[in-house]
């Protein structure tokens, strides 16, 4: 059997080890200068403010990641014409989401319908902007300006930071800060879009909403993927407005940080697999199953491997290390530092199984069993707040991260087994 070598991945980890480092060192500074500036009480409500807005960002379900690799193979393939009705398309999609964005943010203004009604208002908006930089994105991409693409998007987030400091060296309420992340990525935008049609003139920037069939030819195939960054978005922004709606906002910002600071830990794990994805995607059915199995169980064991010692290191020096990274203001218990942990544990030992199975196109069963179980999460911890349980309640997420690991894990040993049959066919 074939083994693959790891040092055919060497410059693709390297460049995903940048990339998330890139991630982890923008979140350790971001945390302690919202808790410089702020209460624990109000960072939580301000967590809890984005956590709702935030789920905007599942609007597209899914549309502009198949659009984007659908425009990038027809372009490939020399169908410049239908990469363009793809292109067009997908921008009749992102201007009636604005619409539809704007819409909402000026009823919610308007009415009033809470006390943070401006500020939910500015986040709307000003996450319909971070999502519609998928537009331009796509179209570098397809044009082979994958570094430009990964770079305006890293952009996009240094610049948030910069204003979010800014704005609170300046004592901004939620609302200015809201403000100001809206009008400076409005700026981001249009600038990106100029320079998007001066490197990439080839595209018409045109809205096609007569293609409507393209629409939802694109919608239909790209729906069964959201599944997954759904259940990821409810693990972690849902179970923050849970309990700050339910319990305290204090705690919200203790679990936010906790999880934040298990999953930076765990992120290394990550990269290993991440950067096989690309391998897994190009598996062709028709060659010998035997090397990417044997390169899918090589990648799990170490990801395995890495993930359990990280997360034994980080349990023992979490009670220092938390606590300098939140300028003193937050020091979880132990049983909330654990039960974090090992859930941010359970979704690194399931990475490589989930990445396998998305590379194959096997959405709806992977899909399903994500948002169930993060559902069942979110409800049974709602419900033990409910019966003043305490922090104890996060146990629920754990408990519907670990029936995930078993389900997801199973789904990729049951495809093997198929892929396996059909070679003992042929």
Request: glycine share 4%; with cysteine; aromatic share 12%.
């Amino acid at each position: 059997m074939t083994r693959y070598s790891f040092r055919n991945f060497k410059e693709i980890i390297g460049a995903n080890a940048v990339s998330q480092l890139s991630s982890i060192a923008l979140l350790l500074l971001t945390v302690p200068i919202f808790l410089h500036f702020w209460s624990l009480a109000e960072y939580g409500t301000w967590l809890a403010l984005t956590a709702l807005p935030n789920y905007l960002a599942l609007a597209d379900i899914g549309l502009f990641w198949y659009s984007s690799n659908l425009m990038l193979r027809q372009k490939s393939n020399g169908l410049y014409a239908k990469a363009q009705e793809t292109f067009s398309a997908t921008l009749a999609f992102l201007a009636l989401l604005g619409i539809l964005c704007v819409i909402i943010s000026a009823a919610i203004w308007t009415w009033h319908a809470s006390v943070y009604a401006d500020t939910i208002a500015a986040l709307i908006l000003y996450t319909y902007l971070v999502l519609s930089l998928n537009a331009p994105v796509s179209s570098l991409r397809a044009d082979g300006f994958v570094a430009s693409s990964v770079n305006l998007q890293t952009a996009g987030k240094i610049l948030d930071f910069l204003v979010t400091t800014a704005s609170l060296l300046h004592d901004a309420t939620f609302s200015e800060l809201a403000v100001w992340l809206f009008t400076v990525r409005l700026g981001f935008t249009v600038l990106v879009i100029i320079y998007t049609k001066n490197v990439c003139p080839s595209w018409a920037w045109t809205l096609s909403f007569t293609e409507a069939r393209q629409i939802q030819q694109l919608l239909r195939k790209s729906v069964p993927s959201q599944g997954v960054p759904l259940s990821q978005m409810m693990t972690s922004q849902g179970a923050i407005a849970v309990i700050a709606l339910l319990h305290k906002p204090e705690y919200a910002a203790i679990y936010s940080v906790t999880r934040q600071a298990s999953r930076l830990a765990l992120q290394f794990s990550s990269i290993l697999s991440n950067s096989v994805s690309h391998e897994f995607a190009k598996y062709d059915p028709s060659r010998s199953r035997a090397d990417v199995i044997s390169l899918f169980q090589a990648v799990d064991y170490r990801v395995a491997a890495i993930a359990l010692a990280l997360s034994s290191v980080f349990i023992v020096s979490a009670s220092t290390i938390i606590p300098f990274w939140s300028n003193g203001k937050i020091a979880p218990d132990f049983i909330t530092l654990l039960l974090v942990t090992l859930t941010s544990l359970m979704t690194a030992l399931y990475t490589t199984s989930q990445i396998w199975l998305l590379s194959q196109n096997k959405f709806w069963g992977l899909s399903l069993a994500s948002v169930l179980s993060s559902t069942c999460g979110l409800l049974g911890m709602a419900a033990m707040f409910l019966s003043d349980v305490g922090p104890v309640s996060v146990v629920s997420m754990l408990l519907g991260e670990i029936v995930l690991l078993y389900a997801v894990r199973r789904m990729a040993r049951a495809h093997f087994d198929a892929q396996l049959a059909d070679d003992i066919k042929l």
